[in-house]
């Protein structure tokens, strides 16, 4: 099978949590550049995909956090932007600074998450904020 996208490129995101309210950060390049999302990127080469999830948090946003799970792995395919992503989704759980755009955000903050289904444009970022919620409450 031919197409016409590069191969798949590996790449974390992270669901972290503080209360009732999820981080999100405003993405400053394609794909999806303006939209809010999960704060995430690339897996360099030799780094763990939780290793990789936790720098770019910290990268993107300056909120240090502990991973809570495995939530998804989600394909990102955006022929628009030529790229296909293979999305590691983790949730997290804050553990200390406040959010503050670095790296390729925008803007980093966290919300409320009844405020999730009308900021997020992406039906699978909704998706996978659900589940993180709903694996907290237990």
Do not use: N
Request: charged share 30%; proline share 7%.
């Amino acid at each position: 099978m031919t197409s016409p996208l590069p191969a798949p490129v590996p790449c974390v995101g992270v669901v972290c949590l503080r209360g009732d309210q999820v981080l999100l950060i405003r993405r400053g390049r394609p794909p999806k550049q303006g939209e809010w999302s999960l704060p995430g990127g690339r897996i360099e080469p030799g780094e763990r995909a939780v290793d990789a999830a936790l720098r770019e948090l910290l990268e993107e946003t300056g909120v240090e956090a502990e991973i809570t799970g495995l939530l998804d792995v989600v394909d990102g395919v955006f022929p628009e932007a030529g790229r296909h992503y293979v999305l590691i989704d983790y949730a997290a759980r804050w553990l200390s600074g406040e959010p503050v755009a670095g790296d390729d955000a925008l803007e980093a903050r966290f919300v409320a998450l009844e405020e999730v289904e009308t900021l997020v444009a992406w039906d699978e970022t909704r998706r996978v904020i659900r589940m993180a919620a709903a694996a907290r409450r237990g």
